[in-house]
Each structure stands twice: as structure tokens, then as C-alpha cells.
């Protein structure tokens, strides 16, 4: 097959497949390595043979950086620790004990080829367990602690390899091993630290989102490549050069470019990911006849594969268990036995070993097995393990991110910065500014801040709240304007350059609209009942949690007035009933202007937050 073909035919069935995963809710990982493997004994379909350097230089690079650029840094430093621990600390174990079990099972393996073999298996691939995570509703600080750990292992693990390595053709000395640490490490750090500041400096002067996507394309490859020139780790530089670049992007960026930014990268990653997988299945066949070349047994084949993949498992669980022990014994912080469970579970293998297998030299004994032996250990875990741990999460009951907690969170976020906004609005308007532009103004504050606390409120089925009216609305107009455009264009009579410009801003507007409703769905299909949280404010810890309703009927101005509310509040005072502000009235805040009762609580059906007026905190 032409290699363009093989190419289209990669990057179809990759996405096929992952796209049929995530409506079946299956694992993406594990679908795409099972099609592969099918695919793999199909002559002449995907005959793709992957090389260090392309899964090295081609594929890491990027999917490192796609994910250090997503991944917090203020959460990465939060668990630093923890971080450490699992992608310096047990990868180094796993490889040490891996190698002494394949030493000592291997057919004539020498010590350095069995600590390679150790550490190729070391390291685990983030991309299986999150996509899991994810899925099932992990807590996010596993998720933080998984995504942590394999931005940083793929270094200590390809350091590791290295060594071994070179212990296959000389000797090596422990103090060779601690400098080519030390090297890798501190000169990766530096590396990554000096690319971000070039980056950055560069993306100071780019406004154009083309321009500014075009660079973030080049961005791990400017840190990579040479750390990797000076023999200090390419990996661990490019995930520096993403956490910092990913962090500054507010201050670096203009909001066009963070948006174009965040859409490519998702498509390189989703792209890269699948392909990946589905590369890893598809080199099976290859592997099966290569170890039949050796003329070995199947017990011994068998044997020694299995060996390998338990060996593998175990030492992340052991690891796990000891190191919490000791924290507990020692009373440190320490995670609780439930995640420890999960944590060491959630150890699949991916793209990394599969790659770092094939960086064994030519001539290293039992090469081809030690090939399978770490295939089996991919596969396995990402049959075994991906398949239980949605399992294992349900069955410890651990806590799953609380959608009606995320949505008070983003609701108190989002008023707080409308505040901030109006705030700064009222310090520069001046009597010259017209009355109109400044109440506009006002009213798109309070309209984005209005629209996240209509979430929290009955399901749009039940309410539609003004602003699910204006999108529905909206978006109707829109799709009539986009028809009367079109027309224009079929008869020839404007410019193609002003049509698309036109269609563009109709295009822009609908997808911001589109966001904010898929927004809505999602609270209105996640949203449960929140259990009420202490309050960082005295109001909020002396209000009490109930109060009669003087008027439980509804707003008792808006009966008065004969007019409709929205969403309902109750004063924890003096138990008024008043319209939230996305409301007509907004008599719940007038009514604190009025009595300065500080703290009223949503009375909508599955609600119990409550908020503080003078403090603008949630409780």
C-alpha cells in the first residue's frame, strides 16, 4: 500500500474507532489496541513498523506538550511531592525489580538487558487512565496525581534506559548513573526554563492567532531538540516549557489565540493519541515472529512475558501500600487507603514502553522476547487494568467530582469578576460617556453572571429562564440569517471575501451560544443536591440552614405587582421571598439593600446553597 494511503487509512480507523468508543462509552485505549492487533495478522493492511525515532521525535514531543500546556501548575506544585514520589521514586523501584526478575527468568539475559527491559516497563501512560478516569467520575486529584506523574516518568524512565544501555557495551560506575541523572534532569530544567523565556518573549510580539498557533506548533521542538543535543532530557524539557507557557498564556496570549490555541492542540492530541494505540496493536504480529525466529519454547515465551507483566503490576501496588504506610506511621499527610487502591491500579502502559523497546540495541541478548515481554505488559495492563478500574472506583465509593459543587463554584467565580468589571466600569466612566453605552455595558455584566446562576435553578424543561429564551430565540435568527447570506452568495452579486466575513461573524457568535447551551445541559443533567458547606464568613456560620417563608407561593413583590420571577430566595432573617436577578424585580438583592439582612439561601427545588451578600461568599 502507498504510504499516503497507509497514512489516510491510520488516521480514519484511529478516529472510527475512538469516536465509536466514546459513544459506547468503552476505553479508547483499549479498543484502538484491540482493532490493532486484529489488523495486525491481515496481510498486507497497515504493515507500519514503528522506530524509536519516530514515536521519540515525532509522536512524544508533541503529546507531551499538548498536555503540560492543559495541565495546571499551581496543582502540579500542590502535589509536587506526591508527584515525585511516583515518577522518580517508583519508576526507579519498578525498574529495579522488574530487572531482577527478568534476570533471573529471561533464557541468557544479561543484567543491564534485564534492567533495560525494567526500565522500558516503568513508566505508565497517563492518556489510558484519565480517559477512564474521567468516564467513571474519579476524584480530580487522582486524575492531578496521574497526569503529574506521566509528564515527569517518561524522563527518569528514558534516563534509566540510557544507562542500561551503555552498561550493555561497558562498564558504569554508580557515579556515572547519579551525573547522567543529574545531567538529564538539571540540564532538561534548563533547557525548558530558556525556551519558555525565548517563547514567551517571541509571543509578546504576535497578535495574529495564525502566527501564535504556528509557534505552538514549533514550541516543543524548540525545547526538545536541543536538550537532547547537550544529552539532558528532551521530555523533561518540553514538559517545562508547557506548564510555564500553559500558565502565562492569560498574560502572553491574546483571547482569539487562546481559543485557536486550545482547538488545534485537542486535535493533535486526540489524532496522535489514537493513532498511537492503534500503532501499538498493530505491531503484534511483527513481534510473534520475531521471538519464533529464536526457536524458543512456548512455556519459556509464556513464562517469561507473564513473569514480566505481574512483575510489573505488583511492584506499583507494593510501592503504593509501603509508601503510605510510612507516611501514616510517621503521621504525615498521606492519601487515604482508597486512593492508594486506585493509584496503584491506575498503572496501563502506552506509547512510551512500546517505543523505548525498540531503543535496545541490535545485538542485546533475547532481544525480540524482551519485545514481546513488553508488549505483553501494554496490553495487559490496558486489558486488565482498564477493565477493572472503573470497577474498582465504583466499589470504594470514592467521592466523584460534584457537578452542583462546581456549579456554585462557578457561579461565585463569575460574580466576582462581573464586580471587578463594573468596579473598574464605574472608575472610568465620566459624564462625557454616553448613558446608553455605559448601561449596556452594565447590563453584559450582569448578564453573563446572571446566566451561570439560572443554571443552578430548575431544569429548562421545567423554567426556561430568560436566558435560555434568548439563545433559543438567537439561535433561530441566526440560522435565518445564515440562509439569507447564502442566497447572496448563489447569485454572484457580493464579494466572496465580504460574504465570508459575514458568515464568519455568524459562525463565531453561534458557536458561543452553542457553548454556553451545552453549558446548561450539562448542569441540568449533572446537577444533584448539594450538601450545604461552612461558610468562611460570620454571617454565613450564624445564619441558620431553615426559615418559614412568609409567602411561600412565590416573590412577595412579584404577587403584589402581578409580574413573573425566575428563580426564588429566601432572607435567612426575616424569611422575605424574593426574584433572583436574572428576575425583573431582582427583590431578593433589593430587599438586602433595604434591610441589610445579610444571607439568603435558593429555595428551588434540590438546591441548598446559600449566599452572602456583604462577604460574596457561598455557603
Known amino acids: 500500500m502507498h504510504p499516503a494511503l497507509d497514512i489516510l487509512a491510520l488516521v480514519a480507523v484511529a478516529g472510527v474507532v475512538a469516536g465509536l468508543a466514546r459513544r459506547l462509552a468503552w476505553s479508547e485505549p483499549l479498543a484502538l489496541t484491540a482493532i490493532g492487533i486484529g489488523l495486525s495478522f491481515v496481510p498486507h493492511v497497515l504493515e507500519i513498523q514503528l522506530t524509536p525515532d519516530l514515536v521519540l521525535f515525532g509522536l512524544l514531543p508533541p503529546l507531551l506538550y499538548a498536555a503540560a500546556i492543559r495541565t495546571s501548575l499551581v496543582d502540579f506544585r500542590a502535589n509536587r511531592r506526591a508527584i515525585l514520589l511516583l515518577s522518580v521514586g517508583l519508576v526507579a523501584f519498578s525498574t529495579v525489580v522488574v530487572g531482577l526478575l527478568s534476570w533471573w527468568v529471561v533464557p541468557g539475559v544479561t543484567l543491564a538487558a534485564a534492567f533495560a527491559l525494567g526500565a522500558v516497563v516503568a513508566p505508565p501512560d497517563a492518556v489510558a487512565a484519565t480517559t477512564v478516569a474521567r468516564r467513571v467520575g474519579m476524584p480530580r486529584r487522582i486524575v492531578t496525581l496521574l497526569e503529574g506523574e506521566s509528564l515527569v516518568n517518561d524522563a527518569t524512565a528514558l534516563v534509566a534506559l540510557n544507562t542500561a544501555i551503555a552498561a550493555l557495551t561497558s562498564s558504569i560506575s554508580p557515579w556515572e548513573v547519579g551525573w547522567d541523572f543529574l545531567r538529564a534532569a538539571g540540564g532538561g530544567l534548563l533547557v525548558g526554563l530558556v525556551a519558555a523565556t525565548v517563547l514567551a518573549f517571541v509571543r509578546r510580539f504576535i497578535d495574529d492567532p495564525v502566527l501564535d498557533t504556528t509557534l505552538s506548533f514549533a514550541a516543543p521542538y524548540v525545547a526538545f531538540l536541543p536538550a537532547e543535543e547537550i544529552k539532558a532530557s528532551g521530555v523533561l524539557a518540553v514538559v517545562v516549557t508547557g506548564l510555564i507557557l500553559g500558565h502565562k498564556s492569560v498574560a502572553l496570549q491574546s483571547a482569539g489565540s487562546r481559543v485557536a490555541e486550545n482547538i488545534n492542540w485537542r486535535t493533535v492530541q486526540f489524532v496522535l493519541e489514537n493513532v498511537v494505540f492503534l500503532l501499538i496493536g498493530l505491531q ?10 529464536q526457536h524458543l519454547g512456548v512455556g519459556t515465551v509464556l513464562g517469561t512475558c507473564f513473569a514480566v507483566f505481574g512483575a510489573t503490576v ?110 473598574v466600569l ?97 448542569v441540568d443533567d449533572e446537577l444533584t443536591t448539594a450538601e450545604p458547606r461552612a461558610g468562611d464568613c460570620s454571617h454565613l456560620r450564624d445564619a441558620p440552614r431553615v426559615m418559614r417563608a412568609n409567602t411561600p407561593q412565590g416573590c412577595e413583590e412579584c404577587l403584589k405587582e402581578g409580574t413573573r420571577w425566575v428563580h426564588l430566595r429566601l432572607c435567612l432573617a426575616c424569611g422575605h421571598v424574593g426574584c433572583c436577578d436574572s428576575s425583573v424585580g431582582k427583590h431578593a438583592t433589593k430587599h438586602f439593600h433595604q434591610t441589610d439582612h445579610p444571607v439568603m439561601r435558593s429555595i428551588e427545588p434540590g438546591e441548598a446553597w446559600r449566599w452572602c451578600f456583604v462577604d460574596e461568599l457561598l455557603g
Open 284 to 293: 503484534i504480529r511483527r513481534l510473534i515472529s520475531q521471538v519464533g525466529d
Open 314 to 423: 505488583l511492584a506499583r501496588v507494593v510501592w503504593m501500600y509501603v509508601v503510605v504506610a510510612m507516611f501514616k506511621a510517621l503521621r504525615m499527610p498521606a492519601w487515604s487507603w482508597g486512593e492508594t487502591t486506585v493509584v496503584a491500579w491506575a498503572g496501563m502502559r502506552g506509547v512510551v514502553t512500546l517505543a523505548a523497546v525498540f531503543l535496545l540495541p541490535a545485538g542485546t541478548p533475547q532481544r525480540a522476547l524482551l519485545a514481546l515481554a513488553a508488549f505483553t505488559v501494554v496490553a495487559g495492563t490496558l486489558l486488565l487494568q482498564g477493565l477493572t478500574l472503573p470497577w474498582l472506583v465504583r466499589r470504594l465509593r470514592l467521592p466523584a467530582p460534584d457537578a452542583a459543587e462546581d456549579a456554585l463554584q462557578s457561579a461565585g467565580l463569575v460574580t466576582t469578576a462581573a464586580r471587578a468589571g463594573l468596579a
Open 426 to 522: 464605574d472608575e472610568l466612566a465620566t459624564d462625557d460617556d454616553p448613558p446608553e453605552v455605559l448601561a449596556e455595558l452594565r447590563h453584559r455584566a450582569n448578564q453573563r453572571s446572571n446566566r451561570i446562576w439560572e443554571q443552578l435553578g430548575r431544569a429548562q424543561s421545567e423554567l426556561e429562564p430568560p436566558a435560555a429564551t434568548y439563545r433559543r430565540l438567537r439561535l433561530q435568527m441566526l440560522s435565518a440569517e445564515r440562509s439569507s447570506l447564502l442566497e447572496a452568495r448563489d447569485s454572484g452579486t457580493y464579494d466572496d471575501v465580504v460574504l465570508r466575513q459575514a458568515l464568519q461573524a455568524i459562525d463565531l457568535e453561534e458557536s458561543m451560544l452553542d457553548r454556553i447551551e451545552d453549558a446548561a445541559a450539562r
